[in-house]
């Protein structure tokens, strides 16, 4: 139950889209279509943002989209805001019926 | 209004015992599968263990805590628990209970810390 792999920081200026990775294996992010990622402000709880791959929770910016390919799944910011600064983690179901989070990502507005 | 909240968390010695509930109230817990999903000290989430809609009959764990910890549900009370016996000093963590949405965790409570030291 290795967890996913994530870039430890993206960073991008106000405006900019910017895109984080997220690498499992057939046996989780490949096997699926149950992707999803959560962001977590500094001592506050993890927010649903995008689940199954691509779709977005009611209330979620559509400046956030997801993707898959293979056994990478992405998280796209596009129009970068300062309020978008936070830790983003993602997460999959796997073949065990287990889940796996990814190493989380630290996102940088600059 | 729709909400989760831990309790239980404490201070506990290598090698005890520790009991986290999760209350759920506004909707009827035993309607999705929920997961106690941990996070340590200034790093990332971990899940540790779900358990199924309904009564609860399938339970899945991480790796880490297999044969350590145990989830069950209580739908009568409207309660999730995890059963933490033999506690690491690596168990230390913030333990939040997720509720699931198919396959995916859309509702989290605020968390509970866990401390396991000497």
């Known amino acids: 139950q290795s967890a996913l792999t994530q870039p430890a920081s993206v960073s991008g200026s106000p405006g900019q889209s910017i895109t984080i990775s997220c690498t499992g294996t057939s046996s989780d992010v490949g096997g699926y279509n149950y992707v999803s990622w959560h962001q977590q402000h500094p001592g506050k709880v993890p927010q649903l943002m995008i689940y199954?791959?691509?779709y977005r929770p009611s209330g979620v910016s559509n400046r956030f989209s997801g993707s898959k390919s293979g056994n990478t799944a992405s998280l796209t910011i596009s129009g970068l805001q300062a309020e978008d600064e936070a830790d983003y983690y993602c997460s999959s179901y796997t073949t065990r019926s287990t889940y796996v989070f990814g190493t989380g990502t630290k996102v940088t507005v600059l | 209004e729709v909400q989760l909240v831990e309790s239980g968390g404490g201070l506990v010695q290598p090698g005890g015992s520790l009991r986290l509930s999760c209350g759920v109230s506004g909707f009827t817990s035993s309607r999705d599968a929920m997961s106690w999903v941990r996070q340590a000290p200034g790093k990332g989430l971990e899940w540790v263990s779900a358990?199924?809609?309904?009564?609860?009959?399938?339970?899945y764990y991480a790796d880490s805590v297999k044969g350590r910890f145990t989830i069950s549900r209580d739908n009568s009370k409207n309660t999730l628990y995890l059963q933490m016996n033999s506690l690491r000093a690596e168990d230390t963590a913030v333990y939040y209970c997720?509720?699931?949405?198919?396959?995916?965790?859309?509702?989290w409570g605020r968390g509970t810390l866990v401390t396991v030291s000497s």
């Open positions: 358990i199924s809609s309904g009564s609860g009959s399938s339970t």
């Open positions: 199954d791959v691509s």
């Open positions: 997720a509720n699931h949405r198919r396959w995916y965790f859309d509702l």
